[in-house]
T-cell receptor, first 112, second 113 residues
């Protein structure tokens, strides 16, 4: 069965202090990797889809990259409003239907 | 527009009650999902509907009964729940059953007393 591990579990940054979140995966043939942001008590918000090693996607202060074994979410000059839990998920096909296998997330806190 | 709506936002029910959660999307998506999320845990898949047909049931207890009346609506009927069923229930949709991003609703916070 596919496995997804995220690190660190929690991360505290000062405003403007850039860093990276890691998502490592063990799958039998990656079909897609997804990044989501989740605020407390709310549903996950879709950020990026990555399909193949070497692919990169950017959105404002966020940049997602993908290798054959892991993905990184780089946060450049974060602001307090970037505080959230960031979830990584891989696509697992189950009898022809997609199932997302989520990691346990990284809780990010950005202080002013 | 990538909006999925869910009602109610909060629900408190006793163990003998019957209630329903509702989910709606107008993106023309043909796959819809129910997830359960406990505090500080990732979402866990419960059910998958594709073209209004139940396609995956992740061994969910029968006290949870899903229904897909049409391509835009998804319901989750609840009956005789246990306190451990208290959680955030999330609905999601995707373009189809393939490798696609899923768009989540805001969730229903369910408390079983």
């Amino acid at each position: 069965e596919d496995q997804v591990t995220q690190s660190p579990e929690a991360l505290r940054l000062q405003e403007g202090e850039s860093s990276s979140l890691n998502c490592s995966y063990t799958v039998s043939g990656l079909r897609g990797l997804f990044w989501y942001r989740q605020d407390p008590g709310k549903g996950p918000e879709f950020l990026f889809t990555l399909y193949s090693a070497g692919e990169e996607k950017e959105k404002e202060r966020l940049k997602a990259t993908l290798t054959k074994k892991e993905s990184f979410l780089h946060i450049t000059a974060p602001k307090p409003e970037d505080s959230a839990t960031y979830l990584c998920a891989v696509s697992e096909m189950n009898t022809g239907f997609q199932k997302l296998v989520f990691g346990t997330g990284t809780r990010l806190l950005v202080s002013p | 527009d990538t909006e999925v709506t869910q009602t109610p936002k909060h629900l408190v029910m006793g163990m003998t009650n019957k209630k329903s959660l509702k989910c709606e999307q107008h993106m023309g998506h043909r796959a819809m999902y129910w997830y359960k999320q406990k505090a500080k845990k990732p979402p866990e898949l419960m059910f998958v509907y594709s073209y209004e047909k139940l396609s995956i049931n992740e061994s969910v207890p029968s006290r949870f009964s899903p229904e897909c009346p049409n391509s835009s609506l998804l319901n989750l009927h609840l009956h005789a729940l246990q306190p451990e069923d208290s959680a955030l229930y999330l609905c999601a949709s995707s373009q189809d059953r393939g490798v696609r991003e899923q768009y989540f609703g805001p969730g229903t916070r369910l408390t079983v007393t």
